[in-house]
């Protein structure tokens, strides 16, 4: 069992920089891989970024490729996106999710467990 705890979220104007964590309970979180997903209102939830088990593979959705960057620390349990010229069409909520044995897949349904998610709001 793992549970997920994300912060970091917050108001921001666009072109502002925001860095969410997700804090993972357990002694097995190296063997999780971890995806970044958002949801919108009014919109299905959508892939953000994947960081596989070891860290060494990263995926990001075109949207936001070359602005976010998503990494881990498996000695602290703990994964981040760090966010860089924020649009207002990234405003939506953001979860983290583990995937165990996983390597970082774009599909929601791979992922085990999730965390209750963190608000961003960008605006214009």
């Known amino acids: 069992q793992v549970q997920l705890v994300e912060s970091g979220g917050g108001l921001v104007q666009a072109g502002a920089s925001l860095r969410l964590s997700c804090a993972a309970s357990?002694?097995?979180?190296?063997?999780?891989?971890m995806g970044w997903f958002r949801q919108a209102p009014g919109k299905e939830r959508e892939f953000v970024a994947a960081?596989?088990?070891?860290?060494?593979?990263?995926y990001y959705a075109d949207s936001v490729k070359g602005r976010f960057t998503t990494s881990r620390d498996n000695a602290k349990n703990t994964v981040s996106l760090q966010m860089n010229s924020l649009k207002p069409e990234d405003t939506a909520v953001y979860y983290c999710a583990a995937d165990k044995w996983g390597y970082g897949s774009r599909d929601a349904n791979s992922y085990d467990y999730w965390g209750q998610g963190t608000q961003v709001t960008v605006s214009s």
């Open positions: 357990g002694r097995t979180f190296s063997f999780y891989a």
């Open positions: 960081i596989s088990f070891s860290g060494s593979s990263t």
